[in-house]
């Protein structure tokens, strides 16, 4: 089975910083891609980032050069560094999985991506 427990959400003051981590269980990264959206109450998730096995990432334009996406060499866990972080940033963000076999092409579009963690709340004021 697949499983995702996102990790590291916290208040924060504008321009501060947060890491967050995402424990894996039953991915492996050359089968699925692996990414980080967040969403706001009445809205739906939005992608901020997202990488495949060989290091290749996407990031949304809007956390472009404030966040980093990586992963532990072992593979079983998923960070998302947050540098300079704005209010805008506030949201749950949620660690995300899907199948390459089912869609073989690396993107942020909330439809393809079918496992979810619970998600970890990050409030900047």
């Known amino acids: 089975h697949v499983q995702l427990v996102e990790s590291g959400g916290d208040s924060v003051q504008a321009g501060g910083s947060l890491r967050l981590s995402c424990v894996n269980s039953?991915?492996?990264?050359?089968?699925?891609?692996m990414g980080w959206f967040r969403q706001v109450p009445g809205a739906e998730p939005e992608g901020v980032a997202c990488m495949d096995d060989d290091g290749t990432t996407i990031y949304a334009d809007s956390v472009q050069g404030r966040f980093t996406i990586s992963h532990a060499n072992a593979k079983n866990t998923l960070y998302q560094q947050m540098d300079s972080l704005k209010p805008e940033d506030t949201a749950m963000y949620y660690c995300a999985a899907y199948d390459r076999q089912l869609y073989p092409w690396m993107v942020l579009l909330e439809e393809k991506y079918k496992y979810w963690g619970q998600g970890t709340q990050v409030t900047v004021s």
């Open positions: 039953g991915v492996t990264y050359r089968r699925y891609y």
